[in-house]
């Protein structure tokens, strides 16, 4: 059966990790929105790769792996990403396969990112990699994709046409000098030559893998509460990062999807701007922060961290009918005394059991919490779910019937082995 791994909360939940395991029983693994503003780390025999844009599964020989058409491309950072796994020994060029009509992010992306954001009233925390701009022009009906990088003819006439509008916006209305189309189009056709021997037909390469029934990982970006439609918006990213993105960003019907398993946090972490109910207070946050070694893969920014939130996880999984949960770092609890997870909301005296969607509610509540004894035990030796602590079981098996789903799978450390399967 298929599989995708989604993100149940702000992203950064450890979906990398899961991936890279189940990647091991899977023939395709395959990325399907987002850019590189994502970032997922696994650890192998004490060395830690990170991954932006190339699924994780291409630490395993002989798996294909996709950057499917739903994402935006950098190809500086991709082929940065490429060198660094060639470096430690890796071999991609019968492996990775990336989409002909994904879009590709050009310089005025990234600089008209965060010109956009210092202008803002309300700062989104936009990591500033063009992400959001170049899906703007995308859904603006102007964007390059990764095949009009091999034509240098539609490229020149687009690139064109982009510069002529952009650099009147960009000297207008930002003070910004613009961009010179000869070196541009220079650049990035000397991309286009090093990456084109990984692009394909991405789409008809995964339909023909459904037909012969191999399995599928499809590999989640970010969180559900970062998605466009259904995260707290505006601090969102801008794709749909729940199992609802899969088939436009693939171009893979909803039927070769199968199951879905969500990836959560024993406790919750947020990067960048955005309301947040269950924070800690600084003290605990930083304690949580440097043991669970909470600083973004991406950016390195530190992560905002609280306690779990029931009320927002229950709603993702929901969104994604993620039957399944992947409880990651439970470890990092190991010595609280106690644990809180937040059940509802209060706002203006009116208890909120459903994630609301009002701005105003969402950003002012105040949790409502049930409290779970510590177990103060170390969790990360455990190789079986009824092995656990008592207090951890009791932990876990609360979470359950908070979330209605089935925890599956418990993350206990950052190596392949500190993972428990139920």
Sequence with gaps: MNTAIVGLQWGDEGKGKIIDILAQKSDYIVRYQGGNNAGHTVVVKDKEFIFHLIPSGILHKGKTCVIANGVVVDPESLLSEIEYLKNNGLKLEANLKISQICHIIMPYHRILDKLRESKRTYKIGTTGRGIGPCYVDKISRCGIRAVDLLNPQVFKEKLEDNLKEKNEVFKKVYNHPGFDFKELYLEYLDYGRRISKYISNTMLLLQEAVKKNKSILFEGAQGTFLDIDFGTYPFVTSSNTTSGGICNGTGLSPGAVGKVIGAVKAYTTRVGEGPFPTEFKDALSNIIREKGREFGATTGRPRRCGWFDAVLVKHAVGLSSARQVAIMKLDVLDNLKEILVCVSYKYKGKIFREFPYDFEVIAN??????????????????????????NALNYLLGLEDLISAKISIVSVGSGRAETIFR
């Design 365 to 390: 509540a105040e949790p409502v919490y049930k409290i779970f004894k510590g177990w103060g035990k170390d969790s990360s030796t455990v190789r079986k779910f009824g092995k656990l602590p008592k």
